[in-house]
């Protein structure tokens, strides 16, 4: 088993590395009769692609994606749905210093130890890079829930900087390289990031994802649960290191009367009067907004100097050139968004096929 596909009903593969001639996904058990072109995906493809502001990786690739199956005279047709995006600007050069020198922070020593071979240009298969043919494969996902379901991610702290919640705005998140929903930190983050990146470090980030309008009942008891997949999803995007759903880990100094989500009757429909669950409760979702949040590390990738080994077992410092995030979190929000979205479309398909709608 390789590990490179994801999904139930709805399936998604990707492949290609970094430096390679292109890269690319097959999304299998989309619905036929479904309008789709590459118009309706390039769009989410331009929010997550590099080079688009200084505190960015300066990598240029316009991240043009193309449909090779599975469409026919504007819609799907039922099978594999295959897209292919060219690399363009690979610089493999700047990787020659360390094509025996194991990055600390990276993948590069397990992947010796379990393969016994890696591509260590950008980091091959474990590069960030591959992140875009998540979010194209969540453009389709989209497709599959429909219009009424609304997918939207925001970073909510770089470092050691949050956002002040109260002047949450999601109409802001468009207005600024960070997807911030406070346009106050983003001078602040401006600042503190400028001097990261001068200083030739870098610094985590927390990135939030919310859906409204998704149905109640996705979801199953036990192995099938909607939470525990949304967590194996944003935690299988590179750099992650934690998830949480709804107040998270929050709610372990929280008491019993302040975690339950209170219920009561309005007309013939139950409400809940909070959602501390985060839209999901037994692995089900509740109808209400689903939340979730990650958190992603630092960049492993800096100039700043690290001690490490090499391949012969000799003690070395590591400065990794290139052109690198000085945080990755930052174009982590489209990402985050794909794989919820594809989550959910698979487990919308799930449903329908076993309770008939």
Known sequence: ??????????RVTTWGESHGPSIGCVVDGCPPRLALSEADIQPFLDRRRPGQSVFTTQRREPDEVRICSGVFEGVTTGTPISLIIENTDQRSKDYGEIANTYRPGHADVVYDIKYGVRDYRGGGRSSARETAMRVAAGAIARRVLG???VIRAALVQIGEHAIDRSRWDWDEVNRNPFFAPDAAIVPVWEQYLSAIRKAGSSVGATIEVVVEGAPAGLGAPIYGK??????????????VKGVEIGDGFAVAGYTGPQNADAMRMHGNRIVFESNHAGGILGGISTGQPIVARFAVKPTSSMLTPVPSVNRQGEEV??????RHDPCVGIRAAPVGEAMMACVLADHLLR???QNGA
């Open 317 to 322: 410092d590591v400065v990794t050139k290139g």
């Open 226 to 239: 909607l939470d525990a997949d949304i967590a194996a999803a944003l935690m299988s995007i590179n750099a």
């Open 1 to 10: 088993m390789s590990h490179n596909s994801f999904g139930h009903l709805f």
């Open 147 to 149: 219009g009424g379901v």
């Open 351 to 353: 449903h329908r096929a």
